[in-house]
């Protein structure tokens, strides 16, 4: 099954702090995905990387952002947290390949106070 | 953009029935993949299936890419398969970005 991890499961926040969600996988894939899920809801794609240094925004707008130095690693910054943010923070990865299929991480659930 | 409805949105089962979630869309796809989400969060990719049929265990999917839908069976259910299933497509064209579904809730009774 896949490898692929992200930390904190859960956290609380207060307004106005800076966020970092951490998410790394160690299988080589190029592609990485972050998605927000709102409780009950379908997954909205936030951002997508297609390799190092590539990063582009997703269908759903959002305040956070992405970065990609190294392949394993995808991080997500939140530079002041809001109620607003408040909610499931999901990393995926896939291969570049015909066969992309996508291996998602155990998510973050965010919220913030 | 590509609208992926799916059907039906909840499902009650006794333990040992069989059912059938399906996966409508809106437009050409290149990539149609299933996901089951448990009820602690965790998303597992139970299929890629743009066309065709695939098997796997108790569960095996269907996707009739001109006509635009996809069907997920789910045979001799278990408490175990309870959760959300997730339908999500890759409009043709476009770069590999999956539009979820709104998800088929299931739940299994003992």
């Known amino acids: 099954e896949a490898d692929i991890y992200q930390t904190p499961r859960y956290l609380v926040i207060g307004t106005g702090k800076k966020i970092t969600l951490e998410c790394s996988q160690t299988m080589g894939h190029d592609k990485m995905y972050w998605y927000q899920q709102d409780p009950g809801m379908e997954l909205h794609l936030i951002h997508y990387?297609?390799?190092?240094?590539?990063?582009e925004k997703g269908d759903l707008s959002s305040e956070s952002t992405v970065s990609r130095i190294r392949t394993e690693h995808f991080p997500l910054t939140l530079e002041s947290a809001r109620p607003s943010h408040t909610s499931q923070y999901l990393c995926a990865s896939s291969e570049t390949d015909y066969n992309e299929k996508l291996f998602f991480g155990s998510g973050t659930q965010l919220s913030v106070l | 953009g590509i609208q992926v409805e799916q059907s039906p949105p909840d499902l009650i089962l006794q333990e040992g029935a069989n059912s059938t979630l399906r996966c409508n869309f809106s437009?050409?796809?290149?990539?149609l993949q299933w996901f089951h989400q448990n009820p602690w969060g965790q998303l597992i990719n139970l299929f890629y299936?743009?066309?065709g049929t695939k098997q796997n265990g108790r569960l095996s999917a269907t996707t009739v890419a001109t006509e635009r839908y996809s069907l997920l069976y789910i045979s001799s259910s278990q408490t175990t398969d309870s959760g959300v299933y997730f339908c999500?497509?890759?409009?043709?064209?476009?770069?590999?970005?999956?539009?979820f579904g709104t998800g088929t809730l299931l739940a299994v009774q003992p």
């Open positions: 299936i743009p066309s």
């Open positions: 999500a497509v890759g409009e043709d064209g476009a770069t590999n970005k999956l539009i």
């Open positions: 437009d050409s796809v290149n990539n």
């Open positions: 990387s297609y390799g190092v240094n590539s990063t």
